[in-house]
């Protein structure tokens, strides 16, 4: 005998509670295509119904799709819940977050930008570190790969680093 399959999943609703026959519900300040949702896709639309053409079309996991559904139904999110998310699925619900203007819902620790951050954190230390006068090898060739990583990244202008990288080369470091 096989036992009856059990889903995680909780029921989706498929209707707009306060106009059944919109296929659309609010989610903060864009509406939230229903139809999609229940295809696991997470697809804003204006309040117009045009597509909102600066957010992309975001596949949901089981599990954000389970917290997206907690949030149209006024739920609360525990912390479990977003610390079982993997990376990409919690930058996914930050971005949706951040998009819809949900804040005050939700917060979701961004691991894009506290990598920055830590990047950001780590060069003005060993900046610091090479004006004090530590010219370690080991220091020096951290600090130049890290000015390249920001400034392929954007963080740091092209001229910038050129600038640095020529003083380092003058200074004979």
Do not use: C, W
Request: hydrophobic share 35%; charged share 30%.
């Amino acid at each position: 005998m096989s036992e009856p399959k059990t889903d995680d999943e909780p029921k989706l609703i498929l209707v707009n509670k306060l106009d059944p026959m919109n296929d659309y519900v609010q989610f903060g300040r864009y509406l939230l295509s229903l139809k999609q949702l229940s295809k696991g896709k997470f697809m804003l639309r204006t309040k117009s119904k045009n597509p909102v053409l600066s957010f992309k079309t975001i596949t949901l996991t089981k599990k954000t799709k389970a917290i997206v559904q907690k949030l149209l139904q006024g739920g609360d999110i525990s912390f479990e819940e977003i610390d079982a998310l993997n990376e990409d699925e919690k930058n996914d619900m930050d971005t949706i977050v951040s998009f819809t203007n949900i804040n005050d819902r939700l917060r979701i620790p961004n691991t894009k930008r506290s990598k920055l951050e830590s990047k950001l954190n780590k060069f003005n230390v060993l900046r610091g570190s090479i004006i004090a006068g530590n010219d370690n090898e080991n220091l020096l060739r951290e600090f130049r790969m890290l000015l390249v990583e920001l400034n392929a990244e954007g963080y740091v202008s092209k001229k910038e680093t050129s600038d640095i990288l020529l003083h380092m080369l003058k200074m004979n470091i």
